[in-house]
């Protein structure tokens, strides 16, 4: 098992039981439902696929169900529309058929919110526009600064311009009320452009009573100004470098990318990156050589994981992509820095300092001794998100007896995890997981493994033992 997951997008290239199962068998973690695209009766045909075969497989591939959010788009298009540099073209609230001299936009504010001067993108950048007048109520003025085809229902950037729309939807709220019903694990957080906006989206998951985690998209420059809150505040982060690249110069998204990955270890965060990491095998058998580096550089950065998009969901090679994927993690991961992460706890007066320092002296001592394994049992996966982020040398074995923390984890860097529900004392259920593993192949006699614990073991409290043994 690769220690970086691989997220992989579900669409019509991959809507089948039988593809599935082939991108399950190359290495698929987690899969993503994009409700961009995505309809009810589609997303919970996917949720049950993946859960009968993660019952078939013996697997624990998680759901991220994510949110559109509020994407800006225009609407439908005349074939063969050319915008050339220089023109003017109208934008309007109203809804119509465009062409080269008026478009819809599905924003109703947008006359009110953009100032003259504001630069307008569409199609990911491919045709800039700069606002020149406004009429405040349905009509916006641009110029043409580069020309390029003007193409149906695609997306619009506004980096200069502040956006008075929610970041839930009502087609989020609905979608979101759908994805909580059914169980799906993880739920994206398109436009994150606050820590208000997360805590909206968990005042929701909290009332629904729902064990399901949050993944933080950055994607707007008014999220790198929070980014320290709002990776504190999440479940998770992806650094969405489609509409991130748009929204701020693309010179600094790499930059960007190593700093948001860097604070999410920090922090005990996961990070995914994501976009265009393997854009080149949409309809080829071999990537470009950048996409094997784009994906080898995060391997190297120790993100949690990787994402598949378009690669997958319109691809024309949606097993064949995840197979590439996976052959360059694990060949990176065999020859990367395997020292793990010094972020020892600080804060003593955390109500987890015990356990957080449990957790990062365990990985220090596995390291120190070369242990095979650290073993925990978690019931709410703390100790897993924790453990993770020390990034250890050695593998993460969790011990669950919740099939759903199972699966949730799925997406935690270099985490296994297991079923296990005998608690009797903590001596016999060290005993018990060493066996698991053992049987698995995870390790051999003689290895070292670590073992953490709570004691006593029956009450589920707290982290506070630590054991060194070795694989009888």
């Known amino acids: 098992m690769n220690k970086t997951k691989i997220i992989a997008t579900i669409g019509p290239s991959s809507y089948d039981k039988a593809v599935l199962r082939k991108m399950f068998a190359a290495g698929l973690n987690v899969a993503r439902i994009n409700f961009s695209h995505s309809n009810h009766e589609q997303a919970e045909q996917i949720y049950n696929w993946v ?17 559109q959010g509020p994407k800006l788009r225009i609407g439908v298009v005349k074939e063969d529309q050319t915008l050339k540099k220089g023109e003017k073209i109208t934008i309007t609230t ?50 043409v600064i580069q020309g390029g085809d003007l193409k149906s229902k695609k997306g ?103 700093m948001i990955t860097r604070k999410c270890i920090k922090y005990s965060t996961p990070v995914i990156i994501a976009t265009q990491m393997m854009e080149s095998m949409m309809d080829s058998l071999s990537p470009s050589r950048a996409d094997v580096n784009d994906v080898a550089n995060a391997v190297h950065d120790r993100v949690d994981g990787v994402m598949l998009s378009g690669e997958t969901s319109v691809g024309t090679y949606p097993v064949q992509v995840i197979k590439a994927m996976s052959k360059v993690v694990k060949n990176q991961e065999n020859h990367v820095d395997l ?21 990062f002296n365990a990985c ?31 593998k993460i074995c ?3 007896n919740n099939r759903k923390i199972m699966n949730t984890l799925s997406l935690l860097w270099g985490v296994q995890g297991y079923y296990y529900n005998e608690f009797v004392s903590t001596d016999d259920t060290i005993s018990d997981i060493k066996s698991i593993i053992k049987e698995k192949g995870v390790v051999q006699e ?26 009888e």
């Open 364 to 394: 220090k001592i596995a390291e120190q001794v070369d242990a095979k394994a650290v073993m925990t049992m978690t019931h709410s996966g703390y100790n897993a998100f924790k453990i993770a982020s020390f990034r250890p040398p050695s």
């Open 156 to 258: 619009v950037n506004l980096p200069n311009t502040k956006i008075s729309l929610p970041c839930l939807t009502p087609k989020d709220l609905a979608d979101l009320e759908f994805a909580l019903s059914v169980g799906i694990e993880w739920i994206g957080l398109s436009f994150v452009r606050s820590v208000d906006d997360l805590k909206e989206l968990q005042k929701i998951i909290n009332d629904k009573e729902s064990p399901a985690k949050i993944v933080a998209k950055i994607e707007k420059p008014e999220a790198i100004q929070q980014i320290d809150a709002i990776i504190k505040q999440t479940d998770a982060i992806m650094v969405a470098r489609g509409d991130l690249g748009v929204e701020v110069p693309m010179e600094r998204v790499p930059n960007l990318q190593k």
């Open 446 to 471: 003689g290895d070292m493994v670590v073992n953490i614990a709570s004691m006593p073991i029956t009450e589920k409290g707290m982290t506070n033992m630590l054991k060194l043994s070795r694989i």
């Open 51 to 67: 859960q009968e075969l993660n019952e078939e497989e013996n697997r624990n591939v998680a759901i991220l169900g994510d949110l």
């Open 339 to 359: 020292e793990m992460e010094e972020f020892p706890p600080v804060e003593k007066k955390n109500g987890r300092y015990i356990s957080d320092t449990i957790c």
């Open 398 to 400: 969790i011990f669950t």
């Open 94 to 143: 109203e809804e119509c058929i465009g062409d080269v001299s008026k478009v819809y936009i599905t924003y109703p504010d947008f006359p009110k919110d953009v100032k003259v001067g504001d630069k307008i993108m569409l199609d990911d950048g491919k045709l800039i526009l700069r606002a020149e007048s406004s009429n405040k109520e349905n009509e916006v003025k641009a110029k």
